[in-house]
């Protein structure tokens, strides 16, 4: 089955499959308790094993119907209810272990936060993502819970007042610039990244007619369970433990931030004058079908389909065709690993942007203004 083939199937989804991310728990529980060679188990799975089962068995065409209520989701549903608990047990209790009971080397200590690092941005971050497009309540702290626990709570605020309305814009902080390189956008993101949620979340209360110091502004809220969970951190083992769990969100958002990366480099919305762009569509992000890294990701690489539709819960998100839609030549594992090394993924991907821009948008001429990202910010913003 090719892409263009893609099929629209009448039978709801099965879970069962998208429950593969619980396996990354033993292989947590099992590093934390016997270091060593156990440490390298958790990024070759997620980065070796992923992309080769993904090589073995293909991409997933099947486009389940979209209308499927949410009552016929509920163990979908639960996967991601679940995860906060999970994620809150294994980070506080590897820092318990590694600071009273492990007798492990500086190297091997942060080997393991590494790979605690790799499975809250992997499972933990992703989740979150999920459970905050949602307007149920519960989902939306629950979301909120698992992005302090990577001290990364403006994300909320910033995918949502800002990434969704303003994507391929230069109002976005996320949307990788052509020819941008990854470690120049990481650091730019989290420089910018805080202000820009800020200023969205102002201008969000001014609406309302309140100071952007009103106790309803979500970031107080935000800073709140951030410090929460560094005091846990610090009442367990000190600042060993908190310069712990400080390293394993450094990890976890690295890799959010390489995974935005690649989900927008160089795809841009077409510039109408007058501070105006042209809406959100399908072609404004990278793709990928392929099956086994959809299921580790819950869909996160059906993109194109969650940004036109954002409250889609994700095993219902859609695949398209590639004269819809740029597609990835693998899933993001190996596309993330290559995006750490810049001069290979412009090679890569910078002739694929600019036959993206001669397939969309044959009309433009002059790419230089978005290139260099000198054109205004949209109105409104």
């Known amino acids: ?45 997620g980065w070796v094993l992923m992309p080769v089962m993904d090589t073995v068995l293909g ?39 590694l600071t009273h009971v492990g007798q492990y080397s500086t190297l091997e200590t942060l080997g393991i936060m590494f790979g605690v690092g790799v499975t809250t941005g992997i499972v933990g971050i992703v989740y979150a993502h999920e459970l905050f497009h949602k307007s149920n309540w519960t989902e939306r702290n629950l979301g909120d819970l698992l992005m302090a626990l990577v001290l990364y709570g403006h994300f909320r605020t910033e995918h949502l007042l800002v990434h969704h309305p303003y994507v391929g814009t230069p109002r976005d902080t996320v949307t990788a610039r052509y020819n941008e390189g990854f470690h120049r956008a990481f650091f730019r993101v989290l420089v910018q990244g805080p202000g820009s949620a800020w200023r969205a979340e102002k201008k969000m209360l001014a609406r309302k007619g309140l100071s952007p110091w009103n106790a309803a502004n979500p970031i107080f809220k935000y800073a709140a369970l951030q410090l929460a969970f560094l005091a846990l951190a610090y009442t367990i083992g000190g600042w060993v433990a908190v310069g712990l769990f400080a390293f394993q969100a450094l990890v976890a958002v690295w890799q959010l931030e390489l995974t935005n990366y690649v989900e927008h480099y160089g795809l841009t919305r077409k510039y109408l004058g007058e501070g105006k762009y042209e809406p959100v569509r399908l072609h404004h992000s990278w793709d990928s079908a392929h099956h086994v890294s959809g299921l580790l990701l819950i869909n996160l690489q059906r993109h194109a389909d969650h940004h036109v539709h954002p409250m889609r819960r994700f095993p219902l998100l859609q695949i398209y065709d590639q004269e819809q ?43 230089g203004p978005y290139k260099a990202w000198t054109l205004p910010k949209p109105k409104g913003s």
């Open 1 to 45: 089955m090719t892409l263009q083939e893609t099929v629209q199937s009448t039978q709801r989804p099965s879970a069962w499959p998208y429950w593969i991310t619980i396996t990354f728990v033993p292989l947590v529980v099992l590093a934390v308790l016997q270091g060593g060679w156990t440490i390298l188990l958790i990024p070759l799975y």
């Open 59 to 97: 991409k997933n065409l099947r486009n389940p119907d979209p209308d499927t209520p949410d009552a016929a989701l509920f163990w979908f549903r639960l996967l991601t209810w679940i995860w906060f608990p999970i994620q809150f047990a294994l980070v506080f209790w590897a820092l318990w272990y």
């Open 325 to 367: 839609v740029p597609q990835l030549p693998t899933g993001y594992p190996p596309m993330t690993a290559m995006a750490m090394v810049p001069p290979i993924w412009r090679r890569v991907f910078n002739p694929k942007v600019r036959a993206w821009r001669r397939q969309f948008y044959p009309e433009i001429e002059d790419w």
